[in-house]
């Protein structure tokens, strides 16, 4: 069965500060992988996928996150955050050859103005 | 708008009392999910369904039970709530691989 680890469980960090959320997995085969979102009192939103080709992945408001294959990692990043970055981000993986998510258990990030 | 609709958004109950939480999507996608949220334990999944009349158990299931006779339904019916059931729930649904999520039943129970 795969797992997902996400090694921070609380960040707090001060705006423009830089961001970097650990995401490691454990399947041996193809996965696909993402990162989620969640603001407070919100849905989770996807914030970026990886599912083949160039392993930086690009994803909305200045996320990016590398998937290096021989670390099984998918860490996020970003530049320099906001406040509105305040939010639980999860990072999930599917074995490419279905439709179930296995989430991690979260990170929860708080920026300081 | 088409998307993935849940009610009611907020719940209090009382113990041994049956719940049902809907979930609806209107994008026919066939498979739906349903996760409870709690502190610490992230994203737990309690069932999911493949299509109609098709449902699985996921890593939670106990004192849950689903039905989906149609694809755009799929309710989690809470048969006898317990206080261990209190959390937030989310119903998911995807065409492949990315799944997209509702708006959350956050259900206390009392």
């Known amino acids: 069965a795969q797992s997902v680890s996400q090694h921070n469980h609380h960040v707090i960090l001060s705006e423009a500060a830089s961001l970097e959320l650990g995401c490691n997995y454990s399947?041996?085969?193809?996965?696909?992988l993402f990162w989620y979102v969640q603001y407070p009192g919100q849905h989770l939103q996807l914030l970026l996928k990886?599912?083949?080709?160039?392993?930086l992945v690009k994803g909305i408001k200045g996320f990016e996150a590398e998937f290096i294959k021989s670390k099984f990692s998918f860490n996020l990043r970003k530049p320099s955050v906001q406040w509105s970055d305040t939010a639980e981000y999860f990072c999930?993986?599917?074995?490419?050859?279905?439709?179930?998510?296995?989430f991690g258990g979260g990170t929860r990030l708080m920026v300081k103005p | 708008d088409a998307g993935i609709t849940q009610s009611p958004r907020y719940k209090i109950t009382e113990t041994g009392r049956q719940v049902t939480l809907m979930c609806h999507q209107t994008?026919?996608?066939?498979?739906m999910f349903w996760y409870r949220q709690d502190l610490g334990h992230g994203l737990r999944l309690i069932y999911y369904?493949?299509?109609?009349?098709?449902?699985d158990k996921g890593e939670v299931p106990d004192g849950y039970v689903v039905s989906r006779s149609k694809t755009e339904n799929f309710p989690l019916t809470l048969e006898s709530a317990t206080r261990s059931q209190t959390s937030v729930y989310f119903c998911a649904s995807t065409p492949g691989n990315e799944q997209y999520f509702g708006p959350g039943t956050r259900l206390t129970v009392t």
């Open positions: 399947y041996g085969g193809t996965v696909n």
């Open positions: 994008w026919s996608h066939s498979y």
């Open positions: 369904s493949a299509a109609a009349d098709i449902t």
């Open positions: 999930a993986v599917n074995n490419n050859a279905g439709n179930m998510l296995t």
């Open positions: 990886y599912f083949s080709g160039d392993p």
